[in-house]
């Protein structure tokens, strides 16, 4: 019966010891007369950052069988071992960088012809809810989510499957387990006091010798002279990937992924800390384009009117290679990282800091960011 059911989903829910934060279930229809399939996937460090859902269909019993696996930082969980044949497809959905899964929903679908039951899924990535994955769908009859509290992350998902032989009825339900950003941080090896290290709390104003001092208490200082050189600072440090790494001179893998996590543990202190402050973080914001005599439609821009905004951010001495390279406002948004290196543009940092401009530009032309925030309320590079 339904009672008994939601009975055995919550001792298979207490079966876990009582420091562990799990939301609970979503509150999706569920039931099953033969046992409850039940599986657990768990990220061993940090938090999910994507999730990988394959659907299988078997027509013969009308069974609709999904299996999940999880990407925990940058490495993928195997699948949870729910049965599962006759797959059909096979969506994944991944944070946006530096980003985590904060919370989940999930909408259920009937169709009594057929006995087809299917599912779609949604993430919530540092507290922004995504789009649905886009599976196979009909039907809707409901959907639930669920939430990780403020300052916190998810870490690991339950699964259950339940099965009712009148109508062939595959039920799924879902439970997530949330734990502390600060907890998760306690947790990462050799993770400096930025107080005692006289470093200001909003990273994206650290300048190359604050963040050499970081690298220093990492027992990286041997590396900050090559950060100085690349002019990588706290405004584009958070850009930065293993390619870029090798750059700066990480020839040792364990230094390299040692440094990608702390990046991605610091990142999400300052999102919290910024958020208790009820404040927007920034980077690099682009110049008021009116006071430069500029079009709001950069599709228009010559390639003059193009170097009057990388003078305007500090980059002037790059003006000559993008009128050698006649890149103008109908190719800007085309522009890749790549494509600066290739024009000579040397400088990680430099070629970091375009690239971020170029996007938040696009961004703001586009219509993409509609909320107005005042200049006091925006943490950035020029502010306190």
Request: with cysteine; glycine share 10%.
């Given at each position: 019966?339904?009672?008994?059911?939601?009975?055995?989903?919550?001792?298979?829910?207490?079966?876990?010891?009582?420091?562990?934060?799990?939301?609970?279930?979503?509150?999706?229809?569920?039931?099953?007369?033969?046992?409850?399939?039940?599986?657990?996937?768990?990220?061993?460090?940090?938090?999910?950052?994507?999730?990988?859902?394959?659907?299988?269909?078997?027509?013969?019993?009308?069974?609709?069988?999904?299996?999940?696996?999880?990407?925990?930082?940058?490495?993928?969980?195997?699948?949870?071992?729910?049965?599962?044949?006759?797959?059909?497809?096979?969506?994944?959905?991944?944070?946006?960088?530096?980003?985590?899964?904060?919370?989940?929903?999930?909408?259920?679908?009937?169709?009594?012809?057929?006995?087809?039951?299917?599912?779609?899924?949604?993430?919530?990535?540092?507290?922004?809810?995504?789009?649905?994955?886009?599976?196979?769908?009909?039907?809707?009859?409901?959907?639930?989510?669920?939430?990780?509290?403020?300052?916190?992350?998810?870490?690991?998902?339950?699964?259950?499957?339940?099965?009712?032989?009148?109508?062939?009825?595959?039920?799924?339900?879902?439970?997530?387990?949330?734990?502390?950003?600060?907890?998760?941080?306690?947790?990462?090896?050799?993770?400096?006091?930025?107080?005692?290290?006289?470093?200001?709390?909003?990273?994206?104003?650290?300048?190359?010798?604050?963040?050499?001092?970081?690298?220093?208490?990492?027992g990286l200082g041997q590396?900050?002279?090559?950060?100085?050189?690349?002019?990588?600072?706290?405004?584009?440090?958070?850009?930065?990937?293993?390619?870029?790494?090798?750059?700066?001179?990480?020839?040792?893998?364990?230094?390299?992924?040692?440094?990608?996590?702390?990046?991605?543990?610091?990142?999400?202190?300052?999102?919290?800390?910024?958020?208790?402050?009820?404040?927007?973080?920034?980077?690099?914001?682009?110049?008021?384009?009116?006071?430069?005599?500029?079009?709001?439609?950069?599709?228009?821009?010559?390639?003059?009117?193009?170097?009057?905004?990388?003078?305007?951010?500090?980059?002037?001495?790059?003006?000559?290679?993008?009128?050698?390279?006649?890149?103008?406002?109908?190719?800007?948004?085309?522009?890749?990282?790549?494509?600066?290196?290739?024009?000579?543009?040397?400088?990680?940092?430099?070629?970091?800091?375009?690239?971020?401009?170029?996007?938040t530009l696009y961004e703001q032309v586009?219509?993409?960011?509609?909320?107005?925030?005042?200049?006091?309320?925006?943490?950035?590079?020029?502010?306190?």
């Amino acid at each position: 019966s339904p009672i008994s059911m939601w009975r055995v989903l919550r001792v298979a829910c207490c079966l876990v010891p009582v420091n562990c934060a799990w939301t609970g279930l979503l509150g999706l229809t569920f039931d099953s007369n033969s046992p409850v399939e039940a599986k657990s996937l768990a990220c061993p460090s940090g938090f999910i950052t994507g999730i990988r859902v394959k659907y299988g269909r078997t027509r013969q019993e009308d069974r609709d069988l999904y299996d999940f696996k999880l990407k925990c930082q940058n490495r993928w969980t195997s699948w949870s071992g729910l049965f599962f044949k006759s797959e059909v497809e096979d969506k994944t959905w991944e944070c946006p960088s530096k980003m985590y899964v904060t919370g989940m929903e999930v909408k259920r679908g009937r169709r009594e012809w057929g006995d087809k039951d299917t599912y779609d899924f949604k993430l919530q990535c540092s507290g922004v809810w995504q789009t649905f994955l886009g599976m196979k769908f009909g039907g809707e009859q409901e959907h639930a989510s669920s939430e990780c509290p403020s300052g916190e992350g998810s870490s690991g998902l339950k699964v259950f499957r339940g099965f009712v032989d009148w109508g062939d009825k595959d039920l799924y339900e879902f439970d997530l387990h949330c734990k502390s950003i600060a907890q998760n941080l306690a947790s990462i090896r050799g993770l400096p006091d930025l107080k005692m290290l006289g470093l200001p709390r909003n990273t994206l104003l650290w300048d190359g010798e604050q963040l050499g001092s970081w690298l220093d208490a990492l027992g990286l200082g041997q590396l900050a002279p090559f950060f100085m050189f690349h002019n990588v600072n706290g405004g584009t440090v958070f850009l930065l990937t293993e390619d870029h790494l090798r750059e700066l001179g990480f020839s040792l893998v364990g230094d390299r992924l040692y440094f990608i996590e702390l990046l991605t543990q610091l990142y999400d202190d300052i999102v919290q800390w910024s958020a208790s402050l009820g404040v927007q973080l920034a980077t690099h914001p682009v110049p008021p384009l009116r006071q430069l005599g500029l079009s709001l439609q950069p599709t228009s821009w010559t390639v003059k009117d193009v170097c009057k905004v990388l003078k305007a951010v500090g980059l002037g001495e790059y003006m000559e290679l993008f009128v050698e390279h006649r890149v103008q406002g109908d190719v800007l948004f085309n522009l890749t990282e790549e494509n600066l290196k290739e024009m000579g543009i040397e400088k990680v940092g430099d070629r970091l800091l375009i690239a971020d401009i170029v996007q938040t530009l696009y961004e703001q032309v586009t219509g993409w960011q509609q909320q107005q925030v005042t200049k006091p309320q925006l943490l950035q590079l020029s502010g306190a």
